[in-house]
């Protein structure tokens, strides 16, 4: 039973490469969504969707882009990164909108050079 | 103001203490709440939904207070088990329900 996987677990960048972290689920749900997590400050939502072909914006999308071609996978890209983006990253998902269980992949560390 | 606060701590207990959380959220309109548990470089996990009326799971008791906009979590009888960050969540209801606002969490440590 996997539930949601993320890779990769870690990643080292320079300041302006781009990369995509993975997300995919294999519980049918229709949420899915990706935090980050710096210290002191919380999960902080990036974007989520609500379904294959929905996205939306959270708290803090500037320099993320996401997309939902699929109800499995849900990948987070990165466009030009910055050191500020150094963080662990979490993608999330639940049945239906999170009013519920929220279930977590292992994290991504990602740290900007 | 953040829109959920909690204490980082770390609350320092031994053994078979009784320890308790508080949380407080900003938004009123808030609809659902939960206790998700973190341990170290781990992802969170659901603890315990946060229910009106109170709820209770073994040692854990969580309660809501509407009107302080505060919820709590009770820990009793500690074991060394229970060592690790607890995150308080709320819905406040934003688009449709679709954004939860965590804490930045409680750190336990719990000592023989």
């Known amino acids: 039973n996997a539930g949601v996987t993320q890779t990769p677990k870690f990643q080292v960048l320079k300041t302006g490469q781009s990369m995509t972290l993975q997300c995919a689920q294999d519980?049918?749900?229709?949420?899915m969504s990706w935090y980050r997590q710096d210290p002191g400050m919380g999960l902080r939502l990036i974007h989520y969707?609500?379904?294959?072909?929905?996205?939306d914006q959270g708290e803090v999308p500037n320099g993320y882009n996401v997309s939902r071609s699929t109800t499995e996978d849900f990948p987070l890209r990165l466009l030009s990164a910055a050191p500020s983006q150094t963080s662990v990253y979490f993608c999330?998902?639940?049945?239906?909108?999170?009013?519920?269980?929220?279930?977590f992949g292992e994290g991504s560390r990602l740290t900007v050079l | 103001r953040k829109e959920v606060e909690q204490d980082p701590g770390p609350f320092n207990v031994p053994e078979g203490a009784t320890v308790a959380f508080n949380c407080t959220y900003s938004?009123?309109?808030?609809?659902?709440f939960f206790w998700y548990r973190q341990d170290c470089r781990k992802e969170p996990k659901l603890l315990m939904s946060?229910?009106?009326s109170g709820n209770e799971d073994g040692r854990f008791t969580a309660q809501l207070n509407r009107a302080s906009q505060y919820i709590s979590l009770l820990i009793r009888d500690s074991k060394l088990s229970d060592s690790a960050t607890y995150l308080c969540?709320?819905?406040?209801?934003?688009?449709?329900?679709?954004?939860?606002?965590f804490g930045g969490g409680t750190r336990l440590m719990v000592k023989p």
């Open positions: 999330a998902s639940s049945y239906g909108s999170p009013t519920g269980e929220l279930f």
């Open positions: 519980m049918n749900h229709e949420y």
């Open positions: 969707s609500v379904g294959a072909g929905i996205t």
């Open positions: 938004n009123s309109a808030s609809q659902s």
């Open positions: 946060v229910y009106s």
């Open positions: 969540v709320v819905n406040p209801w934003k688009n449709a329900g679709n954004m939860l606002t």
